[in-house]
């Protein structure tokens, strides 16, 4: 192996890992960002406004569409084979202070929102319905958001990037 080649296995680069990141991950972020977009578009019909549980899923609509975007766009830092700039500084801070904490966070919210909308369910055939009901979904959604904020701000300072760069260029040492 040459040593560009060598630099890259050491990082975890290999073709097909970097492949799907930079051909498959943005394909389907796209297709599910349309597909949820769609579905916040049905969701948001007058209809459907009174009604807490289509609020929850608009919310998760929205959430999956971040997740996704976030793997759309993670070619940037993942896919060193093909792209210089998956190795640059920028990617490295890109990694440790925006995919790794807002991935968290919006798979911790995602998480939050489905048992909210299983206790919401569970709720439409207990007496708890009428209790349920007067909740504000629009406040609790964003009280709960700020706690899975809280909650995941620690991953902020647990990455930290790399002083030095990996060098995929063979001359460097």
């Not at 209790?131 to 964003?142: A, D, E, G, P, Q």
């Amino acid at each position: 192996l040459d040593k560009r080649e060598a630099n890259l296995r050491s990082v975890g680069s290999t073709p097909l890992y970097d492949s799907i990141f930079l051909f498959v991950f943005p394909l389907l972020g796209l297709l599910s960002i349309i597909g949820n977009t769609l579905s916040i578009r049905i969701f948001s019909a007058r209809y459907f406004h009174k009604k807490p549980l289509y609020y929850y899923l608009r919310l998760c609509c929205i959430n999956s569409s971040l997740v996704s975007f976030i793997f759309a766009i993670s070619f940037i830092c993942d896919s060193r084979r093909y792209l210089e700039l998956a190795n640059t500084e920028f990617a490295t801070y890109f990694r440790c202070f925006f995919k790794i904490p807002f991935l968290n966070l919006f798979y911790f919210y995602g998480s939050v929102l489905d048992n909210v909308l299983a206790i919401e369910r569970l709720a439409e055939f207990t007496s708890l319905k009428t209790y349920f009901r007067k909740l504000n979904s629009k406040r609790l959604s964003i009280v709960l958001f700020v706690i899975c904020l809280i909650i995941n701000a620690p991953y902020v300072l647990v990455f930290e990037p790399k002083k030095r760069l990996i060098s995929t260029n063979s001359t460097n040492s």
